[in-house]
């Protein structure tokens, strides 16, 4: 089986500089919760995306990142438009997309891609590989040079699967052969841009690099443009070129990954770098201590006042109740790195120490141990 990737040519600039793909700006989705007997009304709503601003440049991987629950994956199905938006704006190559029909929809619909979590329960069991890779093409009345079957065994060498495997089903591979087989559909229609939720989070860990250098090749290679969804830091660590923090609905950091990585300002993000064990944001200390949130991520039916992160935030005073944060740059940052935060973490990793404020009920039994 071979990992070489060798089709079709690059499409577009991968630097900093790209034309942008995508962009969001204020996107919303909010899930109406009905109740009431007989007649049952709207009485209240799941917040799960609120105003979120992103933006995807050609060939550029952004990565898209936080706790279970922050609104990720409806975030990457509104932008498939598998999801309506409730309201904001969806640009993808300069045409407004937020709420085109279907048949609107129809070209834009073959560039834009998804990859899906689950790589068990997203292919069905009833159709070989090769009539799972070559259905879009079909849908889409595709016809490729030599025919549709040819270029089925094309995808699948092209993601390290042997082509002769054609007429096998699903089961007769493993997570991280149908992953491939995932990559291989997405690419089918020679897409601009990838929606990845969570590709690898369902794979054993052994398996995860193997399916992310298998991205990364075909995003450097053929400049497909990703949007990587993951619940942490680490994965798309090598992956992304920029990064967005998610926390309840909103996008709370955004920046280059050089710059998150060693500045970051949002507290929020300052923990989930806490967690990635192979960061080490001060060289002289090895054995970083990890912060340690308190508390569940509360309800995005009824999410805090000013700042949603303040109920868990060691750095809240009481503007952060009233007040919501504005997603700006922040003096000392690049001008591409934007914080949503009152009063942001120090640009130098000097202060982390004493940042560390732990989990009220693990700080008392750690006491306790002394
Ligand atoms: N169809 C729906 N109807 C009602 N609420 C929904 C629906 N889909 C998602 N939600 C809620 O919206 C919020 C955001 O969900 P979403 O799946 O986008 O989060 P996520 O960041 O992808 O989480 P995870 O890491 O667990 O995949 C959650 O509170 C979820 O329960
Ligand atoms: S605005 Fe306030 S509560 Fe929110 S992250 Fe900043 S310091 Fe914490
Ligand atoms: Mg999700």
């Known amino acids: 089986m071979s990992d070489k990737l060798t089709l079709p ?5 991968v630097d900093g500089a790209a034309e942008t ?21 709207k009485v209240g709503a799941v917040q799960a995306v609120d105003g979120v601003d992103l933006s995807v440049g050609v060939g550029e991987s952004v990565g898209l990142v936080g706790e279970s629950g922050c609104g990720k994956s409806t975030t990457g199905r509104l932008i498939t438009r598998l999801l309506e938006p409730t309201a904001g704006k969806i640009t993808y190559a300069g045409q407004d997309i937020s709420h085109a029909s279907r048949r609107q929809l ?40 030599g025919g549709i079957e040819k270029r089925v065994r094309e995808l699948l060498e092209l993601v ?48 995860q690099a193997q399916v992310v250098n298998l991205l990364q090749k075909v995003q450097e290679e053929m400049g497909i443009a990703f949007l990587f969804i993951a619940h942490d830091l680490a994965i798309v660590r090598h992956f992304s070129q920029r990064l967005a923090v998610m926390y309840l609905g909103k996008v709370v950091e955004v920046g280059d990954r050089d710059s998150i990585y060693n ?15 192979e960061v080490t944001l001060d060289d002289e200390t090895e054995d970083r201590e990890r912060i340690r949130l308190s508390g569940d991520v509360p309800s995005p039916i009824h999410p805090p006042s000013g700042c949603r992160f303040r109920t868990r935030c060691w750095k809240a005073q009481d503007k ?31 202060a982390r120490a004493e940042d560390i404020v732990l989990d009220p009920a693990l700080a008392a039994l750690e006491k306790e141990g002394e």
Do not use: W
Not at 9 to 13: A, L, M, S, T
């Open 21 to 41: 793909l995508l962009s969001v700006e204020g996107l919303t989705k909010h899930f109406p919760i009905y109740g009431g007997f007989p007649i049952k009304r």
């Open 320 to 350: 952060c109740a009233t007040t919501e944060p504005p997603l700006v740059q922040i003096s000392g940052n690049s001008a591409n790195h934007l914080t949503a935060c009152h009063f942001p973490e120090d640009p130098t990793t000097e």
């Open 9 to 13: 040519k690059p499409q577009g600039p």
């Open 106 to 145: 129809a070209p834009v619909r073959s560039e834009i891609q998804m990859i899906f979590q689950d790589p068990y329960s997203s292919l069905n069991p009833r159709q070989t590989v090769g009539t799972i890779i070559k259905s879009p093409m079909e849908v889409n009345g595709i016809n490729p040079k």
């Open 263 to 277: 500045r970051p300002r949002h507290p929020y993000t300052h923990a989930l770098l806490s967690a990635v064990p």
């Open 160 to 207: 390290g699967l042997n082509p002769e495997h054609y007429n096998r089903f699903p089961h007769e591979f493993s997570g991280g052969q149908r992953q491939r087989i995932g990559v291989a559909r997405a690419l089918s229609l020679n897409p601009k841009l990838i929606v990845a939720d969570e590709p690898v989070s369902a794979l054993d860990v052994s398996i």
